[in-house]
């Protein structure tokens, strides 16, 4: 019998997307195959404590508290893979290693290239993106810009400090009113799950938009809305030579896809696939591959897009490097629509991370001239 591998489910974590990645995790961990995988999950805390669920399935169910689990940490040294933890006279106890790590962190201090960073000295493989990837693909800023360098297809925008809003707010809506054209969407740079987003129609509404937005992060963007147009997602797979899914729909109940209508509001519909002419889903297939590897990513990214209804012009919109990732997400639904049901996908991204770590380990680590 060939032995299982050793998968660390990490989730939770210290971003605002903390519950998103908790029932994102619940899918993975209930779907993964256990005849090749054994899941040790790990819940991080809001205050940022690493815990092993002494009882995964009530911790995935009730959420994450400090005496949910026995406080644990991951070694940052290459060779050993090893989860350790600390007994009451703060002695370190390995409790087992760790062939790969599947992060299923949402939002900052988790899918922005931190715990990529961890992994990556600790030498062990983990699932996604790397470090660079994940970093862009979480500052909208820097990815838009990455975008726009290679002629995709993005809308005007502008980004501002939290610093010069605090200090002239007047000035920064002046200035945002006579360089973008409204209505004006305004998010914080580095989160997801639509937090801290408001749309605004006008100028009244964009200083308190600012201030909302810079609740979350020190910088925030400011782009023009794609008016009336499709929210069209596109899920890839891959490293190397990456594959791009059948696009699919979301239908908001809201004005647009914010937080409450993509987690709360069961009248939200998930189109899989999207109701597109060929050609246009070819071109919104064909763009997210190029995002994909525009910013470097491995693994997985879902890649989101507006289709405006009468033109059909596509709009990049941005990159997700750990999508939303329960059973009936639109990553795993559109994955399943190119034949990829979830189980199999679950497998399919550990042995892309394995592939990625192996091609990595090819680097030489010393130069003699």
């Not at 990645?21 to 040790?40: G, I, P, Q």
């Not at 404590?49 to 994450?64: P, R, S």
């Not at 200035?175 to 100028?203: C, H, I, M, Q, Y």
Request: negative net charge; proline residues 6%; charged residues 25%.
């Amino acid at each position: 019998m060939t032995q299982r591998l050793r998968v660390g489910l990490v989730f939770g974590g210290r971003s605002g997307e903390h519950a998103v990645s908790v029932m994102s995790a619940a899918s993975v961990f209930r779907y993964m195959d256990r005849s090749k995988y054994e899941v040790v999950p790990i819940g991080i805390t809001k205050t940022g404590k690493w815990l092993l669920a002494d009882d995964a399935l009530k911790m995935l169910e009730t959420g994450i508290d400090e005496g949910s689990g026995t406080p644990v940490a991951i070694v940052p040294e290459p060779s050993r893979r090893a989860l350790v933890a600390t007994d009451e006279s703060a002695r370190r106890i390995e409790v087992g290693g760790l062939d790969v790590v599947f992060p299923v962190l949402h939002g900052t201090y988790g899918e922005d290239g931190t715990v990529q960073g961890l992994l990556e000295l600790a030498d062990i493989p983990y699932v996604g993106s790397g470090v660079l990837a994940s970093s862009v693909g979480m500052d909208k800023d820097v990815m838009k810009r990455l975008f726009r360098e290679r002629g995709l297809p993005v809308p005007r925008f502008e980004v501002v400090s939290r610093r010069d809003i605090e200090a002239g707010p007047v000035e920064v809506v002046a200035r945002l009113t006579s360089s973008l054209r409204l209505p004006l969407f305004v998010k914080p740079a580095n989160l997801g799950s639509s937090v801290g987003v408001t749309k605004v129609a006008d100028e009244h509404g964009l200083e308190p938009a600012l201030r909302e937005a810079c609740l979350y992060d020190r910088k925030v963007i400011v782009e023009e809305a794609v008016t009336g147009a499709r929210e069209i997602e596109c899920a890839v797979l891959g490293n190397d030579d990456p594959i791009a899914s059948p696009p699919g729909e979301v239908v908001p109940a809201r004005e647009f896809y914010d937080y409450v209508a993509k987690y709360l509001d069961p009248n939200t519909q998930l189109i899989v696939p999207a109701d597109l002419p060929a050609e246009v889903s070819e071109r919104v297939r064909s763009i997210a591959v190029k995002a994909f590897k525009c910013v470097d990513a491995s693994g997985m990214a879902r890649v989101d897009f507006f289709v405006e209804r009468e033109s059909l012009n596509v709009w990049l919109n941005e990159i997700n490097t750990i999508p939303g990732f329960t059973s009936v997400s639109m990553y795993p639904k559109m994955m399943e629509a190119a034949g990829i049901p979830y189980t199999e996908l679950i497998s399919r991204l550990i042995e892309l991370a394995i592939e990625r770590h192996a091609e990595k380990s090819r680097r030489l680590t010393t130069y003699h001239p």
